[in-house]
């Protein structure tokens, strides 16, 4: 268990390949900021996040963790604003809550046994190579109010059949 007064998870590979099945983050953090924080703990089956997490600012937090399956997002979650955060990991599923706004670089690159993502009608920045290697979803809707949609955001993704993409986006 980690101490409830913990705010931030900064550094390098603070918990990189340990045995952990499940994990609970502290009610009262804020960010993740670290980086490789939980990479590789490849037994990892489920991620409940704070209800007061607000960003997620880390690099690699979640790479490699590829029995991952279950990822609880908080309601006021607004940013994931890192790189590869949840890459290669085993989700099958996506609903991002509604108060995201941005979604970083190559967040779910790579997840193999993606098929479905829900993305919030107020995110605002969807960044480069976020679904890249999906190799098993099929279809996406890009929410009206998007503004930026990253390059190279669908590459790999060999049975994606249907793109709905808002006239708006730059």
Not at 48 to 62: A, Y
Not at 121 to 136: K, P, R, V, Y
């Amino acid at each position: 268990n980690l101490p409830s007064t913990l705010k931030d998870i900064s550094g390098y590979a603070v918990f990189n390949g340990i045995g952990i099945k499940e994990l609970a983050l502290p009610e009262d953090m804020e960010d993740i900021s670290g980086t490789d924080v939980f990479r590789v703990c490849t037994e990892l089956k489920k991620v409940i996040l704070p209800k007061k997490l607000e960003t997620i600012s880390g690099e690699c937090l979640f790479l490699g963790c590829t029995a991952l399956t279950d990822v609880v997002f908080p309601e006021n979650l607004r940013a994931i604003t890192g790189w590869l955060n949840f890459s290669q990991t085993g989700i099958e599923s996506v609903k991002l809550p509604a108060s995201l706004q941005e979604l970083g670089v190559a967040t779910f690159e790579r997840c193999e046994n993606l098929k479905e993502v829900q993305l919030p009608e107020g995110l605002q920045i969807l960044g480069a190579s976020n679904f890249d290697g999906c190799i098993l979803l099929r279809s996406i809707v890009i929410p009206e109010g998007i503004e930026v949609l990253g390059e190279q955001t669908f590459l790999g993704c060999t049975s994606l059949e249907e793109i709905k993409i808002p006239s708006g986006v730059k």
